[in-house]
C-alpha cells in the first residue's frame, strides 16, 4: 500500500518507521527540506519533500501537523489526492476538526493515537511508539465503510488498541485526562515559582524528586501543543477546569476547617478511583 504522512514530527515519523518496516511504500512531507532529508535519512519515509504533491496516488494520507494546521493542510492537500484516497489525522481534538473536513473529503475519519513523549520533532521518532496504546477512531454516520476499514487494518497493524466513538465524546473524555493535566501540572509549575523566598525555592527545586517529576512532566511539555488543546477544545476544558477547581477548593476548605477524617474519606476515595484510569 501506497500511504503518505503530512508531518513529520514525533507521530509522523514513529507512523513512518513502523510502516515502511511492514513493507508499505511511505512518502513524507515536511515544511522543511531539512526536516524531509532527515526522515529520509533516519528511514522514517522512502521519499520526502516539501511539496503536497508528492502524496499524489497515495492510498491513504494521515495528517501529523500540529492542530491549528490541519485543516488548512486538508484544504491544499485534497486537490492533489484520488477520489477514494482515504484522509486521517492525528490530532487531539476531534469534533472541530471532523467538522471541518467532512464536507470536503467523502473518504475522511477522524483519529487520535494516545502515544507519545515529551520530546517533539523527527528526531524524537520510535519504533512500536503505538503498541498497546489506545487509538480512537471517530467515524460519523456518513463515513464510507472503506474508508473505516482501511485506518482501522493498519491500526491493528501497528498493535494499538482501538476505541470508537464520537468526536464530542473523545473531546470531552480527553479534556478529563489529558487536556486538564497539562493545565493541572502547569499552574503547579508557576504556583511552585512563586515562592518568594530565594533560598526557599532553591531549596525546593534541590529536593525535588520523583513525585514533582511525574506531576509536573506534562506541565513543562511543549506549549504549542498546550494551546492547541486550549483553543480547539475549548468548552470541555473549560468545564473540566471548573470541576477542578471545585474539588481544590473542597481540600482546601477540609484543610481549614481540620476536618481530618473527612479528608483522609476523600484521599482514600481517590485512592480507589485511580486504578480504573490508570493500570
Known sequence: MKIGILGLGLIGGSLGFDLRSQGHDVLGV???ESTCQKAVALGNVDEASINLSLLAG???VFICTPIS????QVEQLIHHLSLTTVVTDVG????PIVQAISPLWD????GHPMAGTADSGIEAAQRHLFVDRPYVLTPTTTTPTMAITVVEEIVRSLGAKIYYCQPEQHDRAVSWISHLPVMVSAALIA???GETDPEVL?????????????TSR???GNPELGVMMARYNRQALLGSLQQYRHNLDELIHLIEQENWALLEQNLQSNQQARPNFVE
Open 30 to 32: 515536511s515544511r522543511r
Open 58 to 60: 497515495t492510498d491513504v
Open 69 to 72: 494546521l490541519i485543516v488548512p
Open 92 to 95: 487531539s481534538v476531534k469534533a
Open 107 to 110: 473518504y475522511f475519519i477522524g
Open 191 to 193: 504556583a511552585c515559582m
Open 202 to 214: 532553591q531549596l525546593a527545586q534541590n529536593l525535588a524528586s520523583s513525585g514533582f517529576r511525574d
Open 218 to 220: 506534562v506541565g513543562g
